[in-house]
């Protein structure tokens, strides 16, 4: 047995980013706009949710620019690499109306082709979102996301992933995990299973994945947890196994998911979730845990900046800024009707209670052509085919998958009930298509987007005073004046 590497010693001591810019959607927070924060100094962040299939579309789409073949050319197991070339790349892309070949689910038994793919998807962001530069880059998980959790977060890992963040849900596992997977340790991760107090346990073996070909020590990344109140702050940080290296307090403003308000749910005139003082964070709490803190939702303004400094923070998370500048990986006639139509003020974003199969209440810009339009939700035809959001669930065959957007029959007979399927949209189909990798379907249809963006969007009145485009450095450098730094150019 070949003698496991140590881990690599932690990278010398950087300055603490005052700015982290936001893991959005799936592949909105891209290895461009990442890249292009990081090399304005700050923590550039990628997406980890469903970059295999991020990964594999790219390919099929004849790989404009040759990035994705590139990020795999420096895989430290080429025949691993080369997998997902023979099956995924076309050289000339896919003919017009052809749908994209599906990829393999990840399980909660076996599935090794889902994680070989999970570990290259992962590993090709974060090595593009680090090239040509030595800033830090970070990548951004749903806990909810179990089964991909810890294969990858080892491809991040194996591309010299700086931080990990980690949010919807309780992510008590992930400080272990990232210890032992950058020791190329066997690791388990506990997968709930909707019903019952025992989770599963899943194991994923980096060393066997790579046949032993190690190649060479690891850093671990440090891990920020995102928590929407200092309450779980404390219970994470109580205990040296599921300590964080740091927080991220997100408020409900943000984009994306919001936690639901505490207490019983209510729901105002427009049937939004009404928050309360008690949804407040307490930062003086927060600065006594004694570990680094950032703000995230609604933070985008020099003021916020300073203000969350004064308070104790170490700085601010920003979004929605990001998702609406030039590198986002927002499709562009998307980024351009939003910008625009905030412009004219005629932009409506709705924090809806129903629409995200996690029962989270979930932010959504309402766009025609986008499942936003009830009749557009209407026409699709429900289809569960990358299944990222499925709750496992125990049936009288075994283990069975679930999702709430997926068609009501199925999540009927694999026992949930009907009514939990009501207003509920196919986030995984919805959110790739909003970055221009929507599936084809049959009759000529293609998916339509789902697109969720934060509700404050008063930073375009200094950003895009007139509509038009601006930088992930722009924004960098207005913020800067927040946080009492310059901005490296």
């Known amino acids: 047995m070949p003698q496991l590497p140590p881990t690599a010693p932690p990278a010398p001591a950087a300055r603490r980013p005052w700015l982290i810019q936001g893991g959005m959607g799936v592949g909105v927070s891209g290895w461009r706009l990442a890249r292009a924060v990081s090399r304005e100094g700050q923590l550039g962040v990628v997406s980890g949710t469903a970059l295999d299939v991020v990964l594999a579309r790219v390919l099929q789409t004849g790989d404009p620019g040759g990035h994705a073949r590139r990020a795999l050319a420096a895989f430290p197991l080429p025949e691993l690499a080369q997998t997902a070339l023979d099956c995924y790349f076309r050289e000339d892309g896919l003919d017009e109306g052809v749908p994209m070949r599906t990829t393999p689910r990840l399980r909660a038994t076996g599935g090794a082709p889902a994680e070989i793919l999970t570990v290259l998807g992962n590993f090709a962001e974060v090595w593009l979102a680090k090239e040509g530069h030595d800033g830090l880059v970070g990548i951004n998980y749903l ?25 919807a849900g309780v992510p008590g596992q992930i400080p ?19 019903g019952e107090e025992q989770p599963l346990d899943h194991l994923f073996d980096p060393r066997a994945l790579l046949a032993g070909h190690l190649p060479g020590p690891l850093r671990r990344p440090d891990v920020l947890a995102i928590v929407s109140l200092p309450v779980l702050a404390a219970y994470l940080a109580r205990d040296e196994a599921t300590r964080p290296d740091g927080f991220v307090i997100e ?73 609406l500048c030039e590198e986002s990986g927002m499709a562009r006639p ?60 125990r049936g009288p065959r075994g283990l069975a998958y679930r999702c709430a957007a997926e068609p009501v029959a199925a999540y009927v007979r694999k026992g949930g009930d009907a009514a939990d399927t009501e207003g509920r949209r196919c986030l995984c189909n919805g959110l790739l298509a909003t970055i221009g990798l929507a599936q084809r379907r049959p009759g000529g249809r293609v998916e ?37 730094a310059v901005a490296r150019g």
């Not at 990232?178 to 690791?187: I, M, Q, T």
């Open 251 to 323: 408020t409900s403003r943000a984009g994306g998911h919001s936690a639901p308000p505490r207490g019983r749910l209510t729901l105002d005139a427009d049937g939004e979730p009404v928050y309360g003082p008690r949804d407040q964070p307490d930062l003086a709490r927060m600065a006594a845990l004694g570990l680094p803190f950032w703000l995230a939702g609604g933070q985008a303004d020099p003021g916020a900046v300073a203000a969350a400094r004064a308070a104790g923070a170490a700085g601010v998370q920003i979004g929605s800024a990001f998702a």
């Open 143 to 167: 806990e909810k996301i179990q089964l991909a959790t810890a294969p990858a977060m080892f491809g991040a890992i194996l591309a010299g992933v700086d931080h990990v963040l980690v949010g």
């Open 176 to 194: 272990a995990l990232a210890s032992r997977l950058a020791r190329y340790e066997p690791c388990v991760t506990k997968i709930a299973i909707e």
């Open 448 to 484: 339509p987007p789902l697109v969720t963006i934060g509700k404050d969007l008063s930073f375009l009145r200094r950003l895009s005073p007139d509509g038009g485009p601006y930088t992930a450095a722009d924004v960098v450098r207005w913020l800067a004046a927040g946080a009492g």
């Open 334 to 393: 998307l980024r351009e009707e939003l910008r625009g139509r905030a412009h004219e003020g005629t932009l409506t974003v709705r924090n809806d209670p129903e629409a995200s199969p996690t029962a989270f209440p979930f932010k959504v810009a309402e766009l025609a052509g986008t499942v936003s339009e009830p009749e557009v939700a209407a026409a699709r035809r429900r289809v569960c085919d990358l299944g990222f959001l499925r709750t496992p669930v």
